[in-house]
């Protein structure tokens, strides 16, 4: 999966990852795998998938990241998908800055 746009919000906090793929964002532990799956049931089911997955912090409780994937369909089949993740708050209700957030450890394509 590659990023062809990314909102502001998202980039004030990781980064630009325009263009990046999936694979080489260096999420946490085991959220790529997750969200792999993810798209790949969207794409087998013809349907949208929800979920979320926790993001470290270097201070407390981890925040919650909360997501969609919409298949778009082109002649019957997934041509792409529209995917929507939001992060604004930690579990326990307080608002998240820039500087609170474990940054995304991008790993090299070699």
Known sequence: MRYRLVGSHSADLFGDCKG???????LPDGIDELLTQDYAYAAWAYAPTIGRYPWPKKYGCPATVEYGILPLLD???VCRFLAAEHISKDI???PLYPDDLLPLGRR???
């Open 75 to 77: 002649d019957d089949r």
């Open 108 to 110: 090299q394509i070699s």
């Open 92 to 94: 326990v209700g307080e």
């Open 20 to 26: 990046a793929y999936l694979d080489r964002l260096g």
